[in-house]
C-alpha cells in the first residue's frame, strides 16, 4: 500500500476544504463588517496562510483565527492596530517557548487527559454555536436546510464517492443561498482588484494588544492550537505525527509576519485539523484548495465581501461545525474506560465550557488534578 502523498488535489481533498469554514468564515466577516479591518488585507493574508501552510506540513493542518483575541475585540471594540500589536506578542512569545525548548516540556508535563478535556470542552462549545446561533439564523426554513444537510452527511458517510458528501451539502446551501439570499444582479459590482494594506501598530497599540489580547490567549493557544493539534497529529497520522515545536515555530512566524499587512492573528487549531479530516482531507491539497477560496475573495471580490459570502449560508455552516465538533469530542474514546481519567476529562471539558477563563484553568487546574489522582491524593466520586 503506497503512502499517501503530501499535495493530492481531487475531490476527496475539495470537499474535505469547507471542513473548517464553519468555523472561520463567520468570524473574519465579523471582525471586516465591525471593527472596520480592510477586507482585501483580511482575505488575502488568510488564504496565503493556508497556502503556505498546506504546501509546508503535507497534511491538512489548518490556519485558524484566533478565538479570544477574535472575541475581546468584538466585545471591547479595539482598533485594528491593537489587534496588529497583539498579533506580533503572541507570535514573538511563541518563537521564544519555541525555540527554548518550553513547549516540549508543556507537552511532556500535561497529561493526556488533559488534551482531551480541551478537545472535549471545545466540541461542546462548538456544537453550541452551530445549533444555537447557526442553524436557527434564518428560520425554519433554515433548519430545514441543516436537517437535509445533516442527513445527507449521514446517509453518504464513509466510503470513497464519485461525489463526497461534503460537496453535495455546499452545493445544496449555493443553491439555497441563490434562491433566497443572493441577488446575482449584484455580483458584478462586488468585483474589484485589491491588495492588502500595510499596518504599523503603535507603541501604545502594542502595549494594548500585549495585555488585552495575547495575554489572554497565550492559555488558549498553549491548549488547543499547540498541545492539542499535536496530539491530534499522532491520532490522525501516527506514521508522520508533527512535534508541538514545529507547530509553534509556524504559529510564532505567521503572527510576526501577517499582522503588518493587515491580517488577522491566527494560529493552527485541533478542531480545523479534525474537520479537514472528517470532511475527506489526507494531504495538504486541502488547505491549499481552502485557502486559494480566500485568497480570491479577497484579490477580487473584497469590495462586495458582504454579497459574496452569502453563498454559504449560515445553516450549512452550523452543520460543518456541528460534525467538526463530534469528531472533536470522540476523541475520548481512548480515555473513557479508565475511571480517573474521565473523571479529569469532564472536569476539565466543564472549565472550558463553563468558566470565563476555562482554557487557563483546565490546562492549569486539569494536570494538578491528573497529577493528585495518580499519587493517590484524590479519589474520583464514584456512585452513591
Not at 488575502?44 to 479570544?68: D, S
Not at 511563541?94 to 470542552?121: C, F, N, S
Request: charged share 10%; with cysteine; aromatic share 6%.
Amino acid at each position: 500500500m503506497s503512502a499517501t502523498p503530501r499535495l493530492r488535489f481531487d475531490r476527496h481533498e475539495l470537499a474535505g476544504a469547507f471542513g473548517d469554514i464553519g468555523t472561520d468564515l463567520p468570524l473574519l466577516i465579523a471582525l471586516v463588517a465591525t471593527r472596520g479591518l480592510d477586507a482585501a488585507s483580511v482575505f488575502i493574508v488568510f488564504g496565503a496562510l493556508q497556502i503556505a501552510t498546506g504546501l509546508a506540513y503535507g497534511m491538512p493542518m489548518p490556519v485558524q483565527p484566533l478565538k479570544a483575541m477574535a472575541a475581546i475585540m468584538l466585545a471591547q471594540k479595539l482598533s485594528a492596530g491593537t489587534l496588529a500589536g497583539g498579533g506580533l506578542v503572541i507570535g514573538v512569545t511563541m518563537l521564544v517557548l519555541a525555540t527554548t525548548g518550553l513547549l516540549d516540556w508543556l507537552a511532556r508535563v500535561v497529561p493526556k487527559e488533559v488534551v482531551r478535556g480541551i478537545q472535549l470542552g471545545l466540541g461542546l462549545s462548538l456544537a453550541t454555536l452551530g445549533l444555537k446561533d447557526y442553524v436557527v439564523s434564518d428560520g425554519a426554513r433554515g433548519m430545514a436546510l441543516a436537517l437535509i444537510a445533516t442527513l445527507l452527511l449521514i446517509a453518504l458517510r464513509g466510503g470513497r464517492r464519485r461525489v463526497p458528501a461534503p460537496l453535495l451539502v455546499m452545493g445544496l446551501g449555493l443553491v439555497y443561498a441563490l434562491v433566497f439570499h443572493v441577488d446575482v444582479s449584484q455580483l458584478g459590482a462586488a468585483v474589484g482588484f485589491r491588495l492588502p494594506s500595510v499596518v504599523v501598530p503603535t507603541q501604545s497599540e502594542l502595549l494594548d494588544g500585549a495585555l488585552l489580547l495575547a495575554l489572554p490567549q497565550l492559555p488558549l493557544s498553549l491548549g488547543n492550537s499547540v498541545i492539542a493539534t499535536s496530539r491530534a497529529t499522532e491520532d490522525l497520522f501516527p506514521e508522520r505525527p508533527v512535534t508541538v515545536r514545529r507547530i509553534g515555530l509556524t504559529y510564532g512566524l505567521m503572527n510576526v509576519i501577517a499582522p503588518w499587512f493587515g491580517g488577522v492573528p491566527t494560529c493552527h487549531g485541533c478542531g480545523g485539523l479534525v474537520g479537514f479530516h472528517a470532511f475527506g482531507a489526507r494531504t495538504g491539497g486541502a488547505a491549499v484548495i481552502y485557502g486559494s477560496l480566500y485568497l480570491v475573495l479577497g484579490l477580487f471580490f473584497a469590495p462586495g465581501l458582504a454579497t459574496v459570502v452569502k453563498i454559504f449560508p449560515m445553516p450549512v455552516l452550523g452543520v460543518v461545525l456541528l460534525f467538526e465538533a463530534l469528531a472533536l469530542m470522540l476523541f475520548i474514546r481512548d480515555v473513557a474506560s479508565e475511571p480517573k481519567q474521565l473523571y479529569v476529562v469532564l472536569a476539565v471539558a466543564a472549565a472550558v465550557v463553563g468558566l470565563k477563563y476555562g482554557y487557563v484553568v483546565g490546562l492549569l487546574g486539569g494536570t494538578a488534578l491528573a497529577l493528585a489522582l495518580r499519587r493517590g491524593l484524590v479519589t474520583p466520586p464514584g456512585p452513591a
